[in-house]
């Protein structure tokens, strides 16, 4: 069992930058894949990024390669999202998710755990 508490959303200006920081509870976090997905009113979940067991591994969005960047600390049992120039597009609801595979994972089916959600909202 992995419990998920996403923190670091808010309002931002559009070429902004925002961390959102996931804090993870449970034994299995450490040989859990990682990712992070967001879901605009309306829309579908969509993938952000992932980030695979031991933090070698991570894989991208196209919508926000280059932009945002995923990295985790085992130690302290934190996933986190550095996301920089933000655009208003990027306004979603932003959730964390642990997979029970060890390699990143892309699709939603591929996760057991989610967060909360925090609100990142950009304007223009």
């Known amino acids: 069992q992995v419990q998920l508490v996403e923190s670091g959303g808010g309002l931002v200006q559009a070429g902004g930058s925002l961390r959102l920081s996931c804090a993870a509870s449970?034994?299995?976090?450490?040989?859990?894949?990682m990712g992070w997905f967001r879901q605009a009113p309306g829309k579908e979940r969509e993938f952000v990024a992932t980030?695979?067991?031991?933090?070698?591994?991570?894989y991208y969005a196209s919508s926000v390669k280059g932009r945002f960047t995923i990295s985790r600390d085992n130690a302290k049992n934190t996933v986190s999202l550095q996301m920089n120039s933000l655009k208003p597009e990027d306004t979603a609801v932003y959730y964390c998710?642990?997979?029970?595979?060890?390699?990143?994972?892309?699709?939603?089916?591929?996760?057991?755990?989610w967060g909360q959600g925090t609100q990142v909202t950009v304007s223009s």
């Open positions: 998710a642990a997979s029970t595979s060890l390699i990143t994972a892309i699709t939603v089916y591929e996760y057991n755990y």
């Open positions: 449970g034994r299995t976090f450490s040989s859990s894949a």
């Open positions: 980030i695979n067991w031991n933090g070698s591994r991570t």
